[in-house]
């Protein structure tokens, strides 16, 4: 079983949608939860970490954790053209480095 | 603030040439280092982390080294190279105690290598 599954393909919305994605992880006794960003050439950059069940905001992103059901998700509102991009989950299992899943691809379409 | 330096920025390398990309971090002492690895289309595959000078952990067997001279400095290295080393290579870092994992990574902006 792999640490931290994103399985979802490539997801298309309509700019101005909302767009969802969601993440499982298996170490239950994980206590950080966050959210990469990626551009296509650029490295990964921080966009939300979330530590407590339940949502965090944080202007247009949303991440959602839920540590009885082992997973953590993140939802853009307002979904822009800029928000093209791949999204990596990232968990801070038990030795304390840092797992990530594969990323989904998310494509806002003007 | 801290500040994440990695060069060069792309490279292109024959087979069985050496390599070595270089990653320094500022305005933070003993930080915990990573070097990743981002095949096309692929996650990110850890290849060695450090918690302090010269401490290195490999994560994955292969034809490439890391070191740490000094406290903020690290180095990635092989004698030759194959074409499956071609990616993107990417340095990190993170503060060394982490406080119950509070802090995420961050990242250079990564060394694109192309082994032909």
């Known amino acids: 079983q792999k640490e931290v599954e994103q399985n979802s393909g490539p997801l298309s919305v309509p700019e101005g949608a909302i767009a969802s994605l969601n993440c499982t992880y298996s170490d239950r006794v994980s206590q950080s939860f966050f959210w990469y960003r990626q551009y296509s050439g650029k490295s990964p950059e921080l966009i939300m970490s979330?530590?407590?069940?339940g949502d965090k905001e944080d202007g247009r992103f949303t991440a959602q954790l839920n540590k009885a059901s082992q997973y953590v998700s993140l939802l853009i509102r307002d979904s822009q053209p800029s928000d093209s991009a791949t999204y990596l989950c990232a968990v801070n299992p038990r030795n304390n480095r840092l797992a990530f899943g594969k990323g989904n691809q998310v494509v806002v379409i003007p | 603030s801290q500040t994440i330096h990695q060069w060069p920025a792309t490279l292109v390398q024959p087979v069985g040439s050496p390599l070595s990309l270089e990653c320094t971090v500022e305005g933070t002492s003993n930080p915990n280092l990573y070097w990743y690895r981002q095949a096309a289309g692929r996650g990110l595959q850890l290849l060695f982390y450090?918690?302090?000078?010269?401490?290195i952990s490999s994560e994955v067997p292969q034809n490439l080294s890391a070191s740490r001279p000094q406290d903020r400095q690290f180095i990635l290295s092989s004698k030759k190279l194959l074409l499956s080393d071609s990616g993107f290579y990417l340095c990190?870092?993170?503060?060394?105690?982490?406080?119950?994992?509070?802090?995420?990574?961050?990242f250079g902006s990564g060394t694109r290598l192309t082994v032909v």
């Open positions: 450090s918690v302090g000078i010269g401490q």
């Open positions: 990190a870092w993170s503060p060394s105690e982490l406080r119950r994992g509070q802090y995420g990574y961050t």
């Open positions: 979330i530590y407590s069940n």
